[in-house]
Nanobody, 127 residues
Framework: QVQLVESGGGLVQAGGSLRLSCAAS????????MGWFRQAPGKEREFVAAINWGGGRGFADSVKGRFTVSRDNSKNTVYLQMNNLKPDDTAVYYCAARFDDGSSAFTWALPGKYDYWGQGTQVTVSS
């Protein structure tokens, strides 16, 4: 069982930055693909970014060049650095985890493939 707790959300002006953190319980954190998803009101949950145990990364086209994802396995924590934020980035951001079985990186973007989810943290970007 893995428990995930996100932090770092808040209100920021367009063009600003935020860093989200996701702290995970469990001794096998390094064996998991860690994903970030977001959900805006009235919209479906969408993929933002993911990182596997080896540091391989994937990003949604909408955030490429603006967001980065990293992990510190010694702290069981994954980070989402968000720069040049836009009002369209406003959403609840969720951290998710799935065992890294070597599946194609294509599957990192599929929320149904993740086994564990955090409670979410609100990010609001004002124009």
């Amino acid at each position: 069982q893995v428990q995930l707790v996100e932090s770092g959300g808040g209100l920021v002006q367009a063009g600003g930055s935020l860093r989200l953190s996701c702290a995970a319980s469990g001794r096998t954190f390094s064996s998991y693909v860690m994903g970030w998803f977001r959900q805006a009101p009235g919209k479906e949950r969408e993929f933002v970014a993911a990182i596997n145990w080896g540091g391989g990364r994937g990003f949604a086209d909408s955030v490429k060049g603006r967001f980065t994802v990293s992990r510190d396995n010694s702290k069981n924590t994954v980070y989402l650095q968000m720069n040049n934020l836009k009002p369209d980035d406003t959403a609840v951001y969720y951290c998710a985890a799935r065992f890294d079985d070597g599946s194609s990186a294509f599957t990192w973007a599929l929320p149904g493939k993740y086994d564990y989810w955090g409670q979410g943290t609100q990010v609001t970007v004002s124009s």
